[in-house]
């Protein structure tokens, strides 16, 4: 394939997203509608990206970083005004402009390279990538001729009962050749009702000049979906998530229920796992094999090894490793590692913390900016004191050690190896392996202090 530029339109508003950000940037599966449009164009083989801005165009800028180079589209005056910015960035382009709408977040790369090969195999000056459609509806229709070359776009307002009736429509997405392209939108004039440039014209102009104008159809009408208000996001959402579960499911990941399970796209999951519903995964999560994941999870960037058992919990940014059951309600925050045969309860927290390999938080305890070693066992209650108003301040545990229910641990504070804690301490000093440690008030007890107290009213 001849050298391939991707011209990415993303410049308006989206006014019927009822937004105070740009259309572009809404996100379907977990990433912005441009991030997918993006992707696509790089998987069809673009190695340069021009991305043209418009409404709130630093936003869109930051999204874009490095990934492309910007125009920008001060005034919005029509997709072929949006292609004329580029100009100046693409004056020494000879080869194929791929020009792509940024709110179409269904583009599918492989399917995009196919058509810029057809298109350059076919030796024409343009190629409208088109759609069949049931309910062409709202859409422009194309017009071929007895070749098969499109001869013309008549949009629905324009078209004749005879025209309506045509279901192959145009998806806004070509690829024209350069410097052809920059010749023949310099020409373009915007006496129009709207009075707007419009790329279409480019097509018209073309065929007025004798070349080549095709059309190639694709058979996936969903990849085309442009999205113009929360409804068809909506929309959109589903047809993503419906092809990522599909994809896990033909992979060997069970799925219990794909109405009430939400997997955005770069969460990587291993072969025999089984997903419950409502079950959320999110961002750079990757889940290994033999798990059972949920019901009630929700994960964020979190990387979980082999046959753990993680029910109604909720984790972001941390580690669980393999041979892991936790759960019910359980919340391990950023920075957490937890290691290989972990028992955790419920009613846990666990933050910027290692728990060793083994060891059991059983129920109702707090443990922060703490390293546990292996084989420890928590008793109910427990919490590590890290907080002292202004800093905080980490726990050690050793190996082993065995501390009571209610115990408070006041960091900065080291419980060596096989030690023991008696129930109900705080614990404020360090206790030396193999110790027994005890911070608690001797009991007292006052014989018939509650029968005056209830009588002290009468």
């Given at each position: 394939?001849?050298?391939l530029?991707?011209?990415?339109l993303?410049?308006?508003?989206?006014?019927?997203?009822?937004?105070?950000?740009?259309?572009?940037?809404?996100?379907?599966?977990?990433?912005?509608?441009l991030?997918h449009?993006?992707?696509?164009?790089?998987a069809?083989?673009?190695?340069?990206?021009?991305?043209?801005?418009?409404?709130?165009?630093?936003?869109?800028?930051?999204?874009?970083g490095?990934?492309?180079?910007?125009?920008?589209?001060?005034?919005?005056?029509?997709?072929?005004?949006?292609?004329?910015?580029?100009?100046?960035?693409?004056?020494?382009?000879?080869?194929?402009?791929?020009?792509?709408?940024?709110?179409?977040?269904?583009?599918?790369g492989?399917?995009?390279?196919?058509?810029?090969?057809?298109h350059?195999?076919?030796?024409?000056?343009?190629?409208v990538?088109?759609?069949?459609?049931d309910?062409?509806?709202?859409?422009?229709?194309?017009?071929?001729?007895?070749?098969g070359?499109?001869?013309?776009?008549?949009?629905?307002?324009?078209?004749?009962?005879?025209?309506?009736?045509?279901?192959?429509?145009?998806?806004?997405?070509?690829?024209m050749e350069?410097p052809q392209?920059?010749?023949?939108?310099?020409?373009?004039?915007n006496?129009?009702?709207?009075?707007?440039?419009?790329?279409?014209?480019v097509?018209?102009?073309?065929n007025?000049?004798?070349?080549?104008?095709?059309?190639?159809?694709?058979?996936?009408?969903?990849?085309?979906m442009?999205?113009?208000?929360?409804?068809?996001?909506?929309?959109?959402?589903?047809?993503?998530?419906?092809?990522?579960?599909?994809?896990?499911?033909?992979a060997?990941?069970?799925?219990?229920?794909?109405?009430?399970t939400?997997?955005?796209?770069?969460?990587?999951?291993?072969?025999?796992?089984?997903?419950?519903?409502?079950?959320w995964?999110?961002?750079?999560?990757?889940?290994?094999?033999?798990?059972?994941?949920?019901?009630?999870?929700?994960?964020?960037?979190?990387?979980?090894?082999?046959d753990?058992?993680?029910?109604?919990?909720?984790?972001?940014?941390?580690e669980?490793?393999?041979?892991?059951?936790?759960?019910?309600?359980?919340h391990?925050?950023p920075?957490t590692?937890?290691?290989?045969?972990v028992?955790?309860?419920?009613?846990?927290?666990?933050?910027?913390?290692?728990?060793?390999?083994?060891?059991?938080l059983?129920?109702?305890?707090?443990?922060?900016?703490?390293?546990?070693g292996?084989?420890?066992?928590?008793?109910c209650?427990?919490?590590?004191?890290?907080?002292?108003?202004?800093?905080?301040?980490?726990?050690?545990?050793?190996?082993?050690a065995?501390?009571?229910?209610?115990?408070?641990?006041?960091?900065?504070?080291?419980v060596?190896?096989n030690?023991?804690i008696?129930?109900?301490?705080?614990?404020t000093?360090?206790?030396?392996?193999?110790?027994?440690?005890i911070?608690?008030?001797?009991?007292?007890?006052?014989?018939?202090?509650?029968?005056?107290?209830?009588?002290?009213?009468?």
């Open positions: 394939m001849s050298e530029v991707a011209i990415i993303a410049a308006g508003k989206g006014t019927r997203m009822r937004s105070k950000y740009p259309k572009v940037l809404h996100k379907v599966g977990g990433k912005p509608m991030q449009v993006i992707d696509a164009a790089s069809a083989g673009a190695d340069k990206k021009v991305v043209i801005v418009g409404h709130e165009a630093e936003l869109v800028e930051a999204m874009v490095n990934q492309g180079t910007i125009a920008l589209q001060a005034q919005q005056l029509g997709t072929g005004h949006a292609v004329m910015q580029t100009a100046d960035t693409l004056k020494d382009f000879h080869g194929t402009a791929l020009i792509l709408c940024g709110d179409t977040p269904l583009l599918d492989e399917e995009l390279k196919k058509f810029c090969e057809a350059q195999e076919s030796g024409a000056a343009a190629t990538l088109t759609a069949i459609m309910d062409p509806f709202g859409y422009g229709r194309i017009v071929r001729d007895a070749d070359n499109v001869q013309g776009i008549v949009e629905q307002k324009d078209a004749t009962e005879e025209q309506k009736a045509i279901k192959e429509i145009n998806t806004g997405i070509y690829c350069c392209m920059f010749d023949v939108l310099a020409t373009l004039t006496d129009n009702a709207q009075g707007e440039y419009y790329l279409t014209d097509l018209q102009k073309l007025e000049a004798g070349a080549k104008v095709g059309g190639i159809s694709t058979a996936d009408s969903d990849m085309v442009g999205i113009n208000s929360r409804k068809q996001l909506s929309v959109a959402e589903g047809v993503m998530r419906q092809r990522i579960l599909d994809k896990l499911m033909d060997g990941v069970t799925i219990m229920d794909p109405a009430s939400f997997i955005e796209a770069s969460v990587k999951i291993g072969r025999d796992t089984v997903i419950y519903p409502y079950t995964l999110e961002g750079t999560t990757e889940i290994g094999e033999d798990c059972e994941i949920g019901p009630n999870a929700r994960f964020t960037n979190v990387k979980i090894g082999d753990n058992h993680l029910q109604f919990i909720y984790g972001h940014d941390c669980v490793k393999n041979h892991v059951t936790a759960g019910p309600y359980v391990l925050r920075d590692v937890i290691s290989d045969h028992k955790i309860g419920n009613y846990v927290e666990v933050k910027n913390s290692n728990v060793g390999e083994g060891t059991k059983p129920h109702l305890t707090y443990i922060g900016d703490s390293d546990i292996s084989g420890v066992n928590m008793g209650g427990c919490i590590t004191v890290n907080y002292d108003g202004k800093k905080k301040h980490r726990t050690v545990i050793g190996d082993n065995f501390v009571g229910c209610n115990t408070n641990l006041v960091a900065p504070v080291t060596q190896a030690t023991y008696g129930a109900g301490s705080t614990i000093k360090e206790v030396p392996e193999n110790a027994l440690g911070a608690r008030a001797r009991q007292k007890n006052i014989e018939g202090w509650a029968e005056k107290y209830r009588n002290e009213d009468k």
